[in-house]
């Protein structure tokens, strides 16, 4: 007959195997060498009885100090720790004495590391029923939450270090795959030439910060980026500035050259439906995911980011922009380090090169030259050394309505590990249809200075015009 009251008592006891744990500790004490088997994969917490955990601490302290261990010494270590009631001198003896063989250990380690996988398992499943129950509970944060709890489910035992030798292997196999491609560009192209040739492309693993003051178009060229990407390459853009519908009518008024302005209030002439419609079509196929939720946390973003990527690898992240996120201003120079350590964290979970927008400081439209450096960067120090690269946009035109730069977008690589930190991109700005292109001939040169008109008779104060004396006279 079916016992319920057995079945959920069996239900409430935690996963664990105390035979493989007593298997683990007994085939260390029989055999210390097998400790190199199994010292990687196990934690002192992976263990569910506490004597265990006790144990397995004084084996690892033991090994770490270069001593031996065996039932004995082991004894005197719990001795002289003040825990032999914890640790009976008789069960290390039993131990030791019943476990036949540390052939299996690796095995029996697997069985227990499982075991505390479940264990986690039952926790998170328990947290997050708890804070569903909460009367305060928020959707949003509880699913991010939630989100984040799973994460802590994959294995700990994981990095360190490794020989060198081990890793040629993957290297060499790379530098082979870049070869075989065939073409300079080894990361995601982006849609310039210029900066393409530079970087070779947005890089795996990379967080790239794009930034500039407003008006600049460092929104138009991240998704500019993100759409050209997304042709073959599946795309996450995140826009905490902007929605849906202004990052279609941006991509389409790009992809099709019709003005933005036009698509903001259509009417008149119909001349632009075809290319409207061609552009849509088109704009269907790309592989471009978008989330325009205003003001997320980071541990949001990377919640969300990560169920993506479990469904469909993400290839290129793009944050539109670093400095929306939802902040504690009184702690803004920790809160933005958190935010670029948790998209560099996704960028190299995933794989993937991360394009994040920032925006400068004010401070910057006061001085006389306009042009940015690093520390015009918003929380710069945090966000500085968590990035890979660092790219500036600037216009002088918008400054300056008389330079000889009109009509020209400067971005500047300030920072980066294998591109030249300094140099300048310049492109063409088509900002009417929400784009920058690729320029073609060489950079306008800027006008002569005006000479000063000469003095009556022809002589300057240089040569006979003016006073003999010292140069503090001169304006």
């Known amino acids: ?108 380690a697997k069985v227990v590391s499982d075991k505390a996988l479940a264990r986690r398992m039952v926790s998170i499943g328990t947290e997050i029923a708890d804070a569903a129950y909460d009367p305060r509970f928020e959707p949003e944060e509880g699913i991010a939450a939630a989100q984040v709890l799973m994460q802590g489910l994959a294995p700990s ?90 990052l279609n009518r941006r991509g389409i008024s790009a992809a099709a050259k019709v003005p933005h302005e036009w698509l903001l209030a259509p009417g008149g002439s119909d001349e632009y439906w075809a290319k409207v419609t061609a552009a849509v079509r088109d704009r269907r196929k790309l592989n471009l995911s978008v989330d325009d939720t205003p003001a997320l946390r980071i541990s949001q973003l990377m919640a969300r980011a990560r169920a993506l990527h479990a469904r469909r690898p993400i290839e290129l992240l793009v944050v539109d922009h670093i400095h929306d996120f939802k902040i504690d201003a009184k702690l803004a120079r920790f809160e933005y380090g958190e935010i670029a350590q948790g998209l560099k964290t996704l960028a190299k979970e995933f794989n993937c090169p991360v394009l994040a927008l920032g925006q400068l400081n004010r401070a ?33 035109d918008y400054y300056d309505k008389t330079t000889h730069m009109r009509g020209i977008v400067e971005l500047i690589l300030a920072k980066g590990r294998d591109v030249e930190a300094g140099k300048s991109i310049f492109l063409r700005n088509d900002y009417a249809h929400m784009a920058l292109r690729d320029r073609e001939g060489d950079l306008p040169e800027a006008p002569e200075p005006d000479r000063p008109a000469p003095r009556a008779g022809g002589k300057s104060k240089f040569f006979g015009g003016g006073r003999r004396g010292g140069f503090g006279d001169q304006d």
């Not at 006061?366 to 940015?372: A, H, I, L, S, V």
């Open 364 to 396: 910057l439209s006061t001085r006389q030259d306009k042009r940015p450096n690093m520390s015009d960067l918003r929380e710069s120090g945090e966000i500085e050394q968590k990035a890979d690269m660092i790219i500036f946009i600037h216009r002088d």
């Open 157 to 246: 035992h994981t990095g360190g270090l490794v020989a060198v030798t081990d890793t040629l292997p993957a290297w060499f196999d790379d530098l082979r795959y870049r070869f075989e491609l065939g073409t300079s560009i080894t990361g995601v192209p982006t849609p310039w030439r210029d900066l393409n040739d530079a970087t070779h492309g947005l890089q795996p693993t990379e967080l790239i910060i794009l930034a500039g003051r407003p008006s600049m178009g460092k929104s138009i060229a991240g998704l500019n980026i993100a759409d050209f990407a997304a042709v073959d390459r599946h795309v996450a853009l995140f826009s905490l500035e902007m929605s849906k519908n202004q």
């Open 1 to 108: 007959m079916f016992d319920a009251d057995a079945t959920v008592a069996q239900m409430r006891v935690p996963p664990q195997s105390v035979a493989a744990e007593q298997a683990v500790i007994g085939g260390l004490l029989l055999y210390p060498e097998a400790w190199r088997k199994i010292e990687g994969s196990l934690e002192p917490g992976d263990f569910y009885r506490r004597d265990h955990q006790l144990i397995f601490t004084a084996i690892r302290d033991m090994v770490e100090r270069d001593r031996p261990f065996d039932a004995v010494t082991l004894g005197e270590w719990f001795q002289a720790q003040g825990m032999g009631e914890q640790v009976p001198d008789h069960y290390l003896t039993t131990l030791a004495s019943t476990t036949p063989s540390a052939a299996n250990i690796a095995g029996y």
